[in-house]
């Protein structure tokens, strides 16, 4: 496995040195396939920020798409291989198969083709400092905090997020001092990236249909923790992070932080409130200040700690953070207040993991102090199969629950995981439903709030439950 991760950030380099000299040419263009994608959006426009020439292709023409027409980008309705026709690089999505027209048609025109993380490590090296946040869970939030951190000491930071951040672009187009952006793990794509600072969150066992077991991933992890040329910030009250610490410690300085004596920074939850808490920060056993988060989930201050870390390592003032962190109001899409229903408080989170759909869960019961009727779309069939029993058990926390059909994404069906039988196990406060039928099962009660969940297409669902 170590061998195997070795080679890929070798393939990586190579990519990325192929890339240097392909855009070097006056009129280079870049194709995205699947040029709406979140991440693809982002990459499109910071590569218009840096005179690169782009096209593109989406079959679903969203908001980002248009904003992207607008801005005077080609983008087809269809993948075809007259898309590439001309174009000197192919960026492409995990979310395409490999029989997709366009990457088909790049191998047989001698076409470049890398993947989205091999294109964002080249871009990235454009700027001084690159803090990357990975994690199975937490990042876009951290991501977002790290944002507001740095704006209001006026670094004008430059972020690239897997979400829409408090200005509501996922991209922030700032200076070439410093990039702050989301490191994913699946198909190792964060071992393209070349980090000043790495930053561990967490670490389960997701994304089944790429990593066997949780020790390919905790390779995974380690490998590309140890790349920082700065340093890593790990989380140490995770069990499995706490086991590459020493590892990564061979490669690069490591600052961990928990609420374990053990760790380097410790923190503390001092007081609760409906939407939001208070900690206390201690280096090394001295305390260093008082902090206020005012957003709604315990597992925010976890996230808030390791944005608050990195800032301070970075030599920005407390005060200074301490303004940021507590002036910071959450990001679309993690519980997201959104409407309601005939007097019913309707949320919305991008919650998919297990621990992220219990973590959602106990945070809504603070704040609604009301029944929660949770709306959940399962994402991918191997996540649900392998997760199964952990679904099962972290749903089993909302009073009432609705099962739509699982959101296939990249995959095929896999015979006997499905919705319907998810909800029978979880017992009588469980019931599947189409899409189509969701506000009829809704209405079947009458008080609590509802919270939306699921990282698949639920805007028809949502649209429904706000409107019909």
Not at 135 to 140: E, L, M, Q, T
Request: with cysteine; proline share 3%; aromatic share 8%.
């Amino acid at each position: 496995m170590a061998k195997q991760h070795a080679q890929q950030g070798k393939n990586n380099i190579n990519y990325q040195e192929k890339l240097r000299d392909i855009l070097k040419k006056k009129g280079a263009v870049v194709h995205f396939s699947g040029i709406g994608g979140v991440s693809m959006y982002s990459l499109a426009r910071l590569s218009l920020e840096l005179g690169i020439s782009i096209s593109g292709s989406d079959r679903f023409h969203g908001d980002r798409v248009h904003d992207l027409i607008l801005r005077g980008v080609s983008v087809s309705t269809e993948h075809s291989a007259d898309n590439v026709r001309g174009a000197d690089v192919l960026v492409y999505t995990h979310a395409i198969g490999e029989k997709n027209p366009e990457l088909m048609a790049a191998s047989e025109l001698g076409i470049l083709a890398v993947s989205r993380a091999v294109y964002m490590g080249y871009l990235m090296m454009r700027y001084k400092s690159r803090i990357g946040v990975s994690g199975s869970h937490g990042k876009s939030t951290t991501t977002a905090i790290l944002e507001r951190i740095f704006s209001e000491a006026l670094t004008d930071p430059s972020v690239l997020s897997g979400a829409s951040l408090e200005c509501g672009e996922p991209i922030k187009l700032g200076g070439d001092d410093v990039l702050i952006y989301e490191a994913c793990e699946y198909k190792d794509s964060f071992l393209s990236f070349s980090p000043s600072v790495a930053i561990a969150l967490n670490l389960e066992l997701d994304h089944t249909d790429y990593f066997e077991n949780i020790e390919a991933l905790r390779v995974s992890f380690e490998k590309a923790m140890s790349r920082a040329s700065k340093f890593t910030i790990i989380n140490s009250d995770d069990e499995n992070l706490a086991k590459i610490v020493n590892n990564v410690k061979k490669k690069t300085k490591v600052v961990t932080f928990g609420q374990n004596p053990r760790a380097d920074y410790r923190y503390f939850v001092t007081s609760f409130a409906e939407v939001g808490f208070e900690f206390s920060l201690y280096k090394f056993g001295d305390e260093l200040a008082c902090f206020k988060l005012n957003i709604p989930g315990i597992h925010n201050v976890s996230n808030a700690v390791a944005a608050i870390i990195t800032a301070i390592e970075f030599g920005i003032d407390i005060p200074t953070i301490r303004r940021a962190v507590s002036a910071f109001s959450g990001i679309a899409g993690r519980l997201e207040k959104i409407g309601e229903r005939r007097g019913r408080t309707v949320y919305y989170d991008y919650a998919h993991h297990p621990t992220e759909i219990a973590a959602s869960i106990n945070a809504v019961k603070l704040l609604c102090h009301e029944p929660v009727t949770v709306v959940f779309k399962p994402h991918t069939f191997s996540r649900t199969k392998s997760l199964w029993e952990d679904f099962r058990s972290s749903l089993s926390l909302a009073d009432y629950v609705i099962l739509t059909d699982i959101y296939p994404a990249r995959e095929d069906p896999i015979e006997g995981v499905n919705s319907r039988r998810l909800a029978e196990e979880i017992g009588e406060h469980a019931v599947f439903s189409p899409d189509s039928e969701v506000t009829a099962r809704l209405d079947e009660q009458s008080k609590g709030c509802i919270v939306l969940m699921g990282a698949g297409n639920l805007d028809a669902v949502r649209y429904d439950v706000l409107n019909k």
